[in-house]
């Protein structure tokens, strides 16, 4: 059990020897420590006298080591068979079942079953080889140790532990069987320096393993200074896992609502797969808000979050005319299941729903405050395996807070047959016919809404208001080559609707007026429409033997279809009906099918000759490298489509508009989309399309009735990753604040957009929408980052929202800065904090909130 060994007082066997007959029958009775401080090492060596205070031993039973020690150094290993001790010097290492000891110098007493650790100053004082000791998952560095191994006591002098999150600094330590620390002169932290940037230092700590860490009188010293902040006793969390406790509030004061407590709540660890968290914000002139947040997660099963949240907002006081109450919810939940869990089965939700002005009376974030809609959805979906049909079940919810306009359908029932091929064979053999290729598939789908005011949901009338149908539909095609070059796929479609009401309108001769009624029963109707279409490739290069241009190549991707269906608002189908709409005895068509869910079968003969061209451009360009030339492909225009229609069965205005899009990418960063609808014929005095072309009128093919452009550039920079870049403090951090995390190791990041939008119909002014937005963030120095977003509205010639965010790193410390200077949701947030999440109550902030100006 020597390691490296080059000097030994006896012979190797002979020692070996006395060491195994030592702790095979030796006597050691249990050591009482006194509060003097470990005598080193070399006192010993010097001197035989026991400095120890032990129990008598004339009648103490015999009792050996339940296991063997391990021990080795680098430099000597001397043996003293009269004081029956074994020196160790230069690195030496002892091992006991769990226990591990690094140190310079270690003493150990065979009789007294104890062993003495120290380091060793050198000329200038500097200690090296500072005793290192582990046992079971306690780790920690002192300057001098003395461990008993029967009675596993031990006595530590200057100790530096990590306990949990934090670190114990202990300038005297006794340690007890069960691996507790008393501890006096102390101090917690969760700095992990040798002299920490701030402590909570206490006179007495006792830290209770896989428990709690409790100090006596406690007060708070920065850069090893005292401060006035004191507390009369400490208690800190030093369970693993999840528990319990309360969640301690923000305090301060708002102009508009009073003193107040924010996030005061209590938090409900129950175990590893659930928690809740009950906070609430109290403010002193009546506003508060209540909320309820969950976290679960069931590995490889399912994982989620659900918050509830409720406010109460008051404004101004009672007697005045502009005082205001208002309540307000909202939903959030959100669930995912492990692909692993069920292949055939999956559940998922994502919903987000309440009343429109929450957001606007909470405080909340810019992404939240700006946008106008909510929406929501929860699906169950159902395979069969070895059966070619599937089955969906969704709720959905569509809310739009400007407008209070809801939309909610529950359920939405679709039934999924996959496309099958009823005439191929069952053993091929040879090439397939074209018949064989013919494939049919079958869906069903049932929904069940209501759209309506989000403040008339809840009320009995609305009930009335749902909106239900059934619809089934098989679409039926095949393709084939012809020509070699030319692909050609002819399709059908069958689609059946069925209803349980319908609408009709009744003239009333009395009252002059057209009056509409719900006629309950069931109804179905049918449409089907046939169509045929042929696309082909055609490419173009241009090589160019010299210069940076090795080659230039263009794709033209033409298409033709041809649609028929037939007109069923013909009185043969019964789909339509004649109402009278004036006392001249005007009529009017409708369709029976007009306000339910899928609509009816649509109204005119419908016969249209469809056109489409779509271009794709890239050039090849040379380039030099160690290698040679090397050619690398540059898209010039990713995409650029052209589409038109001819109606053949109309009796005017046969042509439709012809649509231009078009998307490209710059520089592998600037991605332009554009895109314009162009009108061919003219408009008469009520801005509306007549049948004369644009041409007669001016000379001109067409006329630009909308187009859109819009810029999108993204630049960011990722450093080169150096091994495991997070310590483990900075990963709990980030699992447990992973939207307040600042990651340093993207220098900068930067994005902007610009969005411009025109229309114009007949000889009404045109309109022209223009926006920009610049978001990012940038690394100051290593440790400070500021992050910027804004959003310019050129027509009103103004900001809709701008702010930045300052951080800065302070190692064990944060400091933030959000500051909005101007807008709706002028504000700024100023907070320092710990960044451990044990004592993330350490903080101070300074706030202005929007609602106070």
């Given at each position: 059990m020597f390691s490296q060994v080059t000097k030994i007082s006896l012979p190797l066997w002979v020692l070996f020897l006395l060491v195994f007959q030592q702790f095979a029958v030796g006597s050691i009775p249990p050591a009482t420590f006194d509060d003097s401080l470990v005598s080193p090492v070399s006192d010993r060596l010097m001197s035989r006298v026991d400095t120890l205070h032990t129990t008598d031993t004339t009648h103490q039973d015999d009792e050996a080591l339940r296991s063997k020690i391990k021990y080795s150094a680098r430099d000597s290993v001397r043996a003293d068979l009269l004081e029956k001790n074994v020196y160790l010097f230069g690195a030496a290492t002892v091992d006991y079942e769990d226990l591990h000891l690094d140190a310079e110098r270690i003493l150990i007493d065979m009789d007294k079953k104890e062993l003495t650790a120290e380091g060793v100053a050198d000329s200038l004082g500097n200690v090296t080889g500072s005793p290192h000791f582990s046992q079971g998952n306690q780790k920690f560095r002192s300057s001098t140790i003395r461990y008993n191994f029967d009675t596993k006591k031990g006595k530590i002098g200057y100790v530096i532990t990590q306990e949990g999150d934090g670190f114990i600094h202990g300038e005297v330590v006794k340690k007890d069987p069960e691996n507790n620390f008393f501890i006096r002169r102390g101090m917690y932290t969760t700095c992990d320096l040798d002299t920490p940037h701030f402590a909570i230092t206490s006179n007495k700590l006792k830290v209770i393993s896989n428990n709690k860490i409790v100090t006596g009188p406690a007060y708070l010293t920065i850069e090893s200074v005292p401060t006035p902040i004191a507390i009369p006793f400490g208690f800190f969390p030093n369970k693993k896992g999840r528990s319990s406790g309360v969640i301690f509030p923000v305090f301060g004061e708002s102009a508009q609502r009073g003193f107040y407590f924010q996030h005061l709540g209590y938090y409900f660890g129950f175990n590893d797969f659930f928690n809740l968290a009950l906070t609430s914000d109290?403010?002193?002139?009546?506003?508060?808000?209540?909320?309820?947040?969950?976290?679960?997660?069931?590995?490889?099963?399912?994982?989620?979050?659900?918050?509830?949240?409720?406010?109460?907002?008051?404004?101004?006081?009672?007697?005045?005319?502009?005082?205001?109450?208002?309540?307000?919810?909202?939903?959030?939940?959100?669930?995912?299941?492990?692909?692993?869990?069920?292949?055939?089965?999956?559940?998922?939700?994502?919903?987000?729903?309440?009343?429109?002005?929450?957001?606007?009376?909470?405080?909340?974030?810019?992404?939240?405050?700006?946008?106008?809609?909510?929406?929501?959805?929860?699906?169950?979906?159902?395979?069969?395996?070895?059966?070619?049909?599937?089955?969906?079940?969704?709720?959905?919810?569509?809310?739009?807070?400007?407008?209070?306009?809801?939309?909610?359908?529950?359920?939405?029932?679709?039934?999924?047959?996959?496309?099958?091929?009823?005439?191929?064979?069952?053993?091929?053999?040879?090439?397939?016919?074209?018949?064989?290729?013919?494939?049919?598939?079958?869906?069903?789908?049932?929904?069940?809404?209501?759209?309506?005011?989000?403040?008339?949901?809840?009320?009995?009338?609305?009930?009335?208001?749902?909106?239900?149908?059934?619809?089934?539909?098989?679409?039926?095609?095949?393709?084939?080559?012809?020509?070699?070059?030319?692909?050609?796929?002819?399709?059908?479609?069958?689609?059946?609707?069925?209803?349980?009401?319908?609408?009709?309108?009744?003239?009333?001769?009395?009252?002059?007026?057209?009056?509409?009624?719900?006629?309950?029963?069931?109804?179905?109707?049918?449409?089907?429409?046939?169509?045929?279409?042929?696309?082909?490739?055609?490419?173009?290069?241009?090589?160019?033997?010299?210069?940076?241009?090795?080659?230039?190549?263009?794709?033209?991707?033409?298409?033709?279809?041809?649609?028929?269906?037939?007109?069923?608002?013909?009185?043969?189908?019964?789909?339509?009906?004649?109402?009278?709409?004036?006392?001249?005895?005007?009529?009017?068509?409708?369709?029976?099918?007009?306000?339910?869910?899928?609509?009816?079968?649509?109204?005119?003969?419908?016969?249209?000759?469809?056109?489409?061209?779509?271009?794709?451009?890239?050039?090849?360009?040379?380039?030099?490298?160690?290698?040679?030339?090397?050619?690398?492909?540059?898209?010039?225009?990713?995409?650029?489509?052209?589409?038109?229609?001819?109606?053949?069965?109309?009796?005017?205005?046969?042509?439709?508009?012809?649509?231009?899009?078009?998307?490209?990418?710059?520089?592998?960063?600037?991605?332009?989309?554009?895109?314009?609808?162009?009108?061919?014929y003219a408009f008469d005095e009520n801005n509306r399309d007549y049948n004369r072309f644009q041409y007669d009128m001016n000379r001109q093919v067409f006329r630009l009735t909308s187009a859109s452009l819009s810029f999108n550039y993204t630049l960011n920079k990722q450093a080169p990753k150096q091994g495991n870049k997070y310590s483990k403090q900075e990963l709990d951090y980030i699992n447990s604040h992973p939207e307040e995390y600042v990651d340093f190791t993207i220098p900068f990041n930067l994005s902007m957009s610009y969005t411009m939008s025109y229309s114009k119909t007949g000889a009404l002014p045109s309109t022209t929408r223009q926006s920009a937005s610049v978001n990012g963030d940038f690394s100051l120095t290593s440790r400070w980052k500021i992050g910027f977003n804004s959003w310019y509205d050129f027509d009103n010639g103004r900001f809709t929202n701008f702010g930045v965010n300052f951080y800065r790193d302070l190692h064990c410390w944060e400091m933030r800065l959000g500051w909005i200077p101007f807008g709706f949701q002028q504000s700024y947030n100023f907070q320092i904090n710990v960044k451990a999440s044990i004592l993330q109550d350490l903080k101070l902030i300074k706030k202005r909130d929007f609602y106070d100006r």
């Amino acid at each position: 059990m020597f390691s490296q060994v080059t000097k030994i007082s006896l012979p190797l066997w002979v020692l070996f020897l006395l060491v195994f007959q030592q702790f095979a029958v030796g006597s050691i009775p249990p050591a009482t420590f006194d509060d003097s401080l470990v005598s080193p090492v070399s006192d010993r060596l010097m001197s035989r006298v026991d400095t120890l205070h032990t129990t008598d031993t004339t009648h103490q039973d015999d009792e050996a080591l339940r296991s063997k020690i391990k021990y080795s150094a680098r430099d000597s290993v001397r043996a003293d068979l009269l004081e029956k001790n074994v020196y160790l010097f230069g690195a030496a290492t002892v091992d006991y079942e769990d226990l591990h000891l690094d140190a310079e110098r270690i003493l150990i007493d065979m009789d007294k079953k104890e062993l003495t650790a120290e380091g060793v100053a050198d000329s200038l004082g500097n200690v090296t080889g500072s005793p290192h000791f582990s046992q079971g998952n306690q780790k920690f560095r002192s300057s001098t140790i003395r461990y008993n191994f029967d009675t596993k006591k031990g006595k530590i002098g200057y100790v530096i532990t990590q306990e949990g999150d934090g670190f114990i600094h202990g300038e005297v330590v006794k340690k007890d069987p069960e691996n507790n620390f008393f501890i006096r002169r102390g101090m917690y932290t969760t700095c992990d320096l040798d002299t920490p940037h701030f402590a909570i230092t206490s006179n007495k700590l006792k830290v209770i393993s896989n428990n709690k860490i409790v100090t006596g009188p406690a007060y708070l010293t920065i850069e090893s200074v005292p401060t006035p902040i004191a507390i009369p006793f400490g208690f800190f969390p030093n369970k693993k896992g999840r528990s319990s406790g309360v969640i301690f509030p923000v305090f301060g004061e708002s102009a508009q609502r009073g003193f107040y407590f924010q996030h005061l709540g209590y938090y409900f660890g129950f175990n590893d797969f659930f928690n809740l968290a009950l906070t609430s914000d109290l403010y002193t002139l009546g506003s508060f808000t209540l909320d309820a947040s969950s976290l679960y997660k069931n590995r490889y099963r399912y994982s989620g979050s659900f918050q509830l949240s409720y406010a109460y907002t008051v404004t101004s006081e009672p007697e005045l005319p502009d005082y205001n109450s208002r309540k307000d919810f909202h939903v959030n939940w959100s669930h995912n299941q492990d692909p692993k869990a069920n292949p055939n089965r999956s559940f998922s939700a994502s919903v987000n729903a309440g009343s429109s002005s929450y957001y606007q009376n909470t405080i909340s974030s810019t992404n939240n405050f700006l946008s106008n809609t909510f929406q929501s959805s929860i699906s169950y979906s159902r395979t069969f395996p070895g059966k070619p049909y599937n089955l969906g079940v969704q709720l959905t919810h569509s809310q739009n807070t400007i407008t209070h306009d809801i939309r909610i359908t529950s359920p939405d029932l679709s039934f999924n047959v996959a496309r099958i091929y009823p005439f191929r064979r069952k053993h091929t053999a040879g090439a397939q016919k074209w018949f064989e290729k013919i494939g049919a598939s079958y869906s069903v789908r049932a929904t069940n809404y209501i759209q309506t005011k989000d403040s008339m949901l809840f009320r009995r009338e609305s009930l009335d208001q749902f909106q239900n149908g059934i619809q089934h539909n098989i679409p039926i095609s095949t393709s084939f080559n012809i020509l070699k070059y030319f692909t050609v796929t002819p399709s059908a479609n069958y689609t059946e609707r069925w209803y349980f009401k319908t609408t009709q309108y009744d003239w009333d001769p009395e009252r002059l007026q057209t009056d509409t009624m719900q006629v309950h029963g069931f109804q179905t109707n049918r449409d089907y429409q046939f169509s045929v279409g042929t696309s082909t490739r055609i490419y173009g290069m241009f090589q160019m033997p010299r210069g940076p241009i090795a080659a230039i190549r263009h794709v033209l991707t033409p298409s033709v279809s041809l649609s028929y269906r037939p007109d069923f608002s013909a009185q043969s189908f019964g789909y339509y009906k004649s109402v009278q709409t004036d006392s001249t005895g005007t009529e009017r068509n409708y369709s029976i099918f007009q306000s339910n869910v899928y609509g009816g079968p649509p109204a005119g003969k419908y016969g249209t000759l469809s056109f489409s061209l779509n271009n794709n451009l890239e050039m090849k360009v040379r380039t030099r490298s160690d290698t040679g030339e090397v050619l690398k492909k540059i898209k010039l225009l990713e995409s650029l489509n052209f589409g038109a229609g001819y109606n053949l069965m109309a009796d005017s205005m046969k042509w439709s508009v012809l649509s231009v899009n078009g998307r490209t990418t710059i520089l592998d960063k600037i991605g332009i989309n554009f895109g314009a609808i162009l009108d061919p014929y003219a408009f008469d005095e009520n801005n509306r399309d007549y049948n004369r072309f644009q041409y007669d009128m001016n000379r001109q093919v067409f006329r630009l009735t909308s187009a859109s452009l819009s810029f999108n550039y993204t630049l960011n920079k990722q450093a080169p990753k150096q091994g495991n870049k997070y310590s483990k403090q900075e990963l709990d951090y980030i699992n447990s604040h992973p939207e307040e995390y600042v990651d340093f190791t993207i220098p900068f990041n930067l994005s902007m957009s610009y969005t411009m939008s025109y229309s114009k119909t007949g000889a009404l002014p045109s309109t022209t929408r223009q926006s920009a937005s610049v978001n990012g963030d940038f690394s100051l120095t290593s440790r400070w980052k500021i992050g910027f977003n804004s959003w310019y509205d050129f027509d009103n010639g103004r900001f809709t929202n701008f702010g930045v965010n300052f951080y800065r790193d302070l190692h064990c410390w944060e400091m933030r800065l959000g500051w909005i200077p101007f807008g709706f949701q002028q504000s700024y947030n100023f907070q320092i904090n710990v960044k451990a999440s044990i004592l993330q109550d350490l903080k101070l902030i300074k706030k202005r909130d929007f609602y106070d100006r």
